[in-house]
């Protein structure tokens, strides 16, 4: 007989790659038990730092590869469970930590830990993630990188500071000069919500416009949602299910056309 552990690692994989994936994230047990299906993996920078993540694999290799940022919890057991669903729409998911291992729960909590984020050693964590990714042996050659709130500017700024194929953005701080978006090398598509009091439509206005001067225009597509800040979270009060599930497909299907060919 299954024991319960079993029966929740079943329910996860059935659910990942259809509609049930909302519920899994939503559902502290079940993102644990997707969580579980990641493997933690390290690099160590220079001589002293180590940092980690969580490396899952698709059934069929060798693969495209996806590197995935958090939000400002940290690399919390939902964004885990995001990279298996990642793996199980056929992408090499890795899930990068920039927090140090903390995982906040709190808003406060979370702000301060984002607070103390250093760009530098940030630029650094991701840039040697991307290289072993594009290095590693279950790999096409080929990456993307994906980030929400916190995680959707370093997405951004992971593909300013190292060759991406394809960029996407959840909502997250844009830079407004065009002289560092003439380093992106892939295309870019941003998710942002009408509501959004942080991500707001007079900075992705700048983004754009930055764009247009950088050459880069072509390059974007931008959605907007009749939604707020995180829409895309489903275990947060703003969740929006029908956006959500319209900009996975969209993301879904951007990779699609540029990591898989």
């Given at each position: 007989m299954l024991d319960d552990a079993q029966i929740g690692r079943r329910t996860v994989m059935k659910g990942l790659a259809g509609a049930s994936f909302a519920a899994v994230l939503a559902d502290p047990v079940l993102a644990r038990a997707a969580a579980e299906e990641t493997e933690a993996v390290s690099l160590t920078l220079g001589s002293d730092k180590t940092v980690q993540a969580a490396l899952a694999l698709?059934?069929?290799l060798p693969a495209p590869t996806v590197l995935l940022i958090h939000e400002w919890w940290g690399l919390n057991d939902q964004i885990k469970a995001t990279a298996r669903a990642y793996a199980a729409n056929g992408y090499v998911a890795l899930a990068i930590d920039l927090m140090g291992g903390?995982?906040?729960?709190?808003?406060?909590a979370a702000q301060t830990q984002m607070a103390n984020v250093?760009?530098?050693?940030?630029?650094?964590?991701?840039?040697?993630w991307m290289a072993w990714l594009r290095n590693h042996e279950a790999s096409n050659g080929t990456l993307g990188t994906v980030g929400w709130c916190f995680g959707g500017g370093w997405s951004l700024n992971a593909s300013l500071a190292a060759p991406s194929d394809a960029t996407v953005i959840y909502y997250g701080r844009l830079v407004q000069e065009a002289e560092p978006l003439k380093a992106l090398k892939g295309p870019v598509l941003g998710h942002f919500a009408t509501r959004d009091g942080y991500i707001n439509a007079d900075m992705v206005g700048g983004f754009e416009r930055a764009m247009a001067e950088a050459g880069k225009a072509d390059s974007l597509t931008v959605h907007w949602y009749d939604a707020d800040h995180a829409f895309a979270n489903p275990s947060g009060s703003r969740y929006d299910e029908e956006d959500a599930k319209l900009s996975w497909a969209r993301t879904m299907a951007f990779f699609a056309q540029h990591l898989k060919g």
């Open positions: 698709p059934e069929t903390s995982v906040a729960t709190t808003p406060d250093d760009a530098d050693e940030a630029t650094e964590t991701c840039t040697a």
